[in-house]
Each structure stands twice: as structure tokens, then as C-alpha cells.
């Protein structure tokens, strides 16, 4: 069955600390790959995503991502972040139908 | 308006009302979600619909029915529901079922 794994649940940073939040996924076929925030109070957004091409993804806000098929992972990195970036973030595979992640809080202490 | 809209954006019912959640997108696209979201798990698909038709309906109990009157519009009618099933109610819509989905805000039920 398909799911999507994120191994990080709550990650604490300082402003200016580089990011990597994990996320791997179980399917054999092809997929579409999406990263998702949510800040406080607000709706899920895009923050990019990934169908085909340049396995290197840039999205909103300096947030890229990076497909490594033969790891079967979809890890969202930001070399900078800052307060304003504090929200939940959820990776989505699209195989057969829609799967999320379990959400990694980030906390971004100024 | 624009993007997807729910109202009401809070509910909170009694286990033996009836009530209806509603979702509406001004996007123009042709397939439509709800997902419920619980503290700590992965967002929870419930219903597909595609052209106005039920596509997928991942065993959910049947004190939820939805209804998707055109292309537009997504209901999701509750009855008698139990404490657990309070959450955050997702709609969601896209163009097509393999592209990104853009999300309303969620309506947050407590079910007393």
C-alpha cells in the first residue's frame, strides 16, 4: 500500500540555521511529489512540487526540494530560515491516489 | 471570493444532531476532497469526487454521506457522530487527480 513517511514530528531551530526535513514514501510506479505548509491559523499551501525533469525543485520562499528515486525520498531543504518560517510542513505522494505525511512542526526561535 | 471557501469554520454538535459542512470552489476545477485532519496523523482522505461523481471512498462509516451537486459545491452531511470524530474537516479541489490540491481553511467540529 502506499504511504508517506516524515521522520521528523517537531524540529526546533534558531534563525539563520539550515533545514532538512525528511520524507520517504512507498510505491513502486511513478509518482508526483508535493511539499505542503500550513503556518498558524492558515490553510495548507503549496510550497512546491515535482512531477518530472530537474530532480532539483524550487519552490516559494527559498524552500527547495530534491527527488532521489533510488531512495525513494522527497527531502525539503532551506539553507536560511528564519522566524517567519515557523508552521507544520507535509510532504503528499500522488500515486494511485493522494497520501500525507503525519506533518513536521517547525519552530524557528528568533 | 477565491480559492476554496467552508463554512461554517467552527461546529460543535451534540451526538445526535444533524448537520452539514459545506465547501466551495471558485477555481474551476473538476474534482473535489474532504480530508479529516487529527492531531499527530497524516492527513485522512474520505471522499473523491471527480466530475460530480464519487470515485473513492476510503471506508469511511456512514454517519458521513457526502454530496457533490455540481462541480462547484462539496457537502459533507453528519449524523450521529461519536467524540472521536472531532477534527479539522478539509476540503480540498483540483484539475484533474494527479495535480496539486488547493486547500480551504478547514472546519474545526467537537463532537460533545
Known amino acids: 500500500a502506499q504511504s508517506v513517511s516524515q521522520h521528523n514530528h517537531h524540529v526546533i531551530l534558531s534563525e539563520a540555521a539550515s533545514l532538512e526535513l525528511g520524507c520517504n514514501y512507498s510505491?513502486?510506479?511513478?509518482?508526483?511529489l508535493f511539499w505542503y505548509v500550513q503556518y498558524p491559523g492558515q490553510h495548507l499551501q503549496l510550497l512546491l512540487k515535482?512531477?518530472?525533469?530537474?530532480?532539483l525543485v524550487k519552490g516559494i520562499k527559498g524552500f527547495e526540494a530534491e527527488f532521489i528515486k533510488s531512495k525513494f525520498s522527497f527531502n525539503l531543504r532551506k539553507p536560511s530560515v528564519q522566524w517567519s518560517d515557523t508552521a507544520e510542513y507535509f510532504c503528499?505522494?500522488?500515486?494511485?491516489?493522494?497520501?500525507f505525511g503525519a506533518g513536521t512542526r517547525l519552530t524557528v526561535k528568533p | 471570493e477565491t480559492g476554496v471557501t467552508q463554512t461554517p469554520r467552527h461546529l460543535v454538535m451534540g451526538m445526535t444532531n444533524k448537520k452539514s459542512l459545506k465547501c466551495e470552489q471558485h477555481?474551476?476545477?473538476?474534482?473535489m476532497y474532504w480530508y479529516k485532519q487529527s492531531a499527530k496523523k497524516p492527513l485522512e482522505l474520505m471522499f473523491v469526487?471527480?466530475?460530480?461523481?464519487?470515485?473513492e471512498n476510503n471506508s469511511v462509516p456512514s454517519r458521513f454521506s457526502p454530496e457533490c451537486p455540481n462541480s462547484s459545491h462539496l457537502f459533507l452531511h453528519l449524523h450521529t457522530l461519536q467524540p472521536e470524530d472531532s477534527a479539522l474537516y478539509l476540503c480540498?479541489?483540483?484539475?484533474?487527480?494527479?495535480?496539486?490540491?488547493?486547500f480551504g481553511p478547514g472546519t474545526r467540529l467537537t463532537v460533545l
Open positions: 480540498a479541489s483540483s484539475q484533474g487527480g494527479a495535480n496539486e490540491q488547493f
Open positions: 515535482y512531477f518530472s525533469g530537474d530532480p
Open positions: 510505491y513502486g510506479g511513478t509518482v508526483n
Open positions: 503528499a505522494v500522488n500515486g494511485n491516489d493522494m497520501r
Open positions: 469526487y471527480s466530475l460530480e461523481e464519487r470515485v
Open positions: 477555481l474551476g476545477h473538476n474534482a
